[in-house]
């Protein structure tokens, strides 16, 4: 499992409130992601991180934020969050081994935004 | 903008039969395919990576096959069993890195004893 963990596994939250998940890994790893899946649209990039401090957006970032303060982890922050945001959210990986790299996830975090 | 879609949504075989899921992809100019598997309520497993230059990958009872012209990879599964009963993803990886990756919808698999 490439030493992924993902806090909390489930949440249960009110809209506009703050929420934040947390991504850690033991391997230092360059890059980590965040996505989120939903029924339908399989899995979808929020946002990604290539090194301490170095953040971007992937496809679905409009209300979410990022930070990546320490290599180990990756929090995913929904500023105020909404109804829309339901969903399950993983953290990914990505690891290169010789020419080849692969992407490996964490268990996720099942969020329900009331 | 890569669209990549798993047909069928849903399958169901008895146990021991060999079956095949595919996965389309609309742009052939790819980085790399890589198969997962998840389990309800679970994230993702790798379970096979194709490189845009090979055309196949095999582990175990698993083949995975790559033909970029025609935009398509099967996943093969060998002598079924139930305990291969799971969704299976298809995520086709655009040329710049993993944030350039696409998933599909994927598979629904049932193996019945």
């Known amino acids: 499992d490439a030493g992924i963990t993902q806090s909390p596994r489930h949440k249960v939250t009110e809209t506009g409130t703050p929420v934040t998940l947390r991504c850690h890994q033991t391997e230092n790893h360059r890059y980590m992601y965040w996505y989120r899946q939903d029924p339908g649209h399989g899995l979808r990039l929020i946002h990604y991180?290539?090194?301490?401090?170095?953040?971007d957006k992937g496809e679905v970032s409009d209300g979410y934020s990022v930070s990546r303060s320490k290599t180990e982890d990756f929090l995913l922050t929904l500023e105020s969050a909404t109804s829309s945001q339901t969903s399950v959210y993983f953290c990914?990986?990505?690891?290169?081994?010789?020419?080849?790299?692969?992407?490996?996830f964490g268990p996720g975090t099942r969020l329900l935004v009331l | 903008k890569q669209e990549v879609t798993q047909i069928p949504a849903a399958l169901s075989v008895p146990e021991g039969e060999n079956l095949v899921l595919n996965c389309s992809f609309t742009d052939s100019a790819i980085y790399n395919l890589q198969w997962f598997r998840q389990d309800p309520g679970k994230g993702l497993t790798s379970l096979l990576l194709i490189q845009s230059s090979q055309r196949e990958q095999t582990s175990g009872r698993l083949n995975a096959s790559l033909d970029k012209s025609s935009g398509r990879s099967t996943l093969y599964i060998a002598a079924s069993q139930p305990g291969d009963s799971a969704t299976y993803l298809c995520a086709v990886g655009g040329i710049g890195g993993y944030q350039k990756v696409t998933f599909g919808t994927g598979t629904k698999l049932q193996v019945i004893p």
């Open positions: 990914a990986i990505s690891e290169s081994t010789g020419n080849q790299e692969t992407q490996y």
């Open positions: 991180s290539y090194g301490v401090k170095d953040t």
